[in-house]
């Protein structure tokens, strides 16, 4: 049995955001003035990098979706917005999603707990269903 775990979401709000802070920076640049203002002066090359800043911004929004849980047998991997992460089950001592707490957590043998930022809790029931079956391996490899 395996699991894997992407927000729902979060995925949508970000990609609705991401093309939003895009378009607005697009649009921005676009009416930028061009020639001189005040004593400002703006070209070309001044809307070019306005809108690449607010490409940055949407890449780094964008980030957020990357977010995954994927679990089997051997352990879990954890991908938060930088890097990953491999746990085998033996250092693994629960699975949980404290209540008002915005993402499930794992709890490590060493008391560290490591944020499940893909099993979020306002996805309702699929964050439930997917510590339930965290949960399930978790405990078989504890028995095994």
Known sequence: MSVEVRPRRLTVVCRVV????????????????????????????DQIAFFGIGLLLAVAVFAFTRVRVRADEKGIWVRNVVGDRFFPWGV??????????????????????????AIQ????????????????????????
Do not use: C, I, M, Y
Not at 37 to 45: E, N, R, V, Y
Not at 92 to 117: C, F, I, K, M, Y
Not at 121 to 139: E, F, H, M, Q
């Open 92 to 117: 693994v001592v629960s699975v949980d999603l404290p209540d008002g707490a915005p993402w499930a957590q794992l709890e490590l043998h060493d008391d560290e707990t490591v944020a499940l930022l």
């Open 18 to 45: 991401a093309a939003l802070v895009l378009l607005a920076f697009g649009v921005l640049a676009v009416l930028l003035p061009q020639g001189s203002t005040g004593g400002q002066t703006f070209g070309l090359a």
């Open 121 to 144: 809790s306002n996805d309702g029931d699929l964050a439930v269903d997917a510590v339930l079956a965290l949960r399930k391996l978790l405990a078989s490899a504890q028995d095994a």
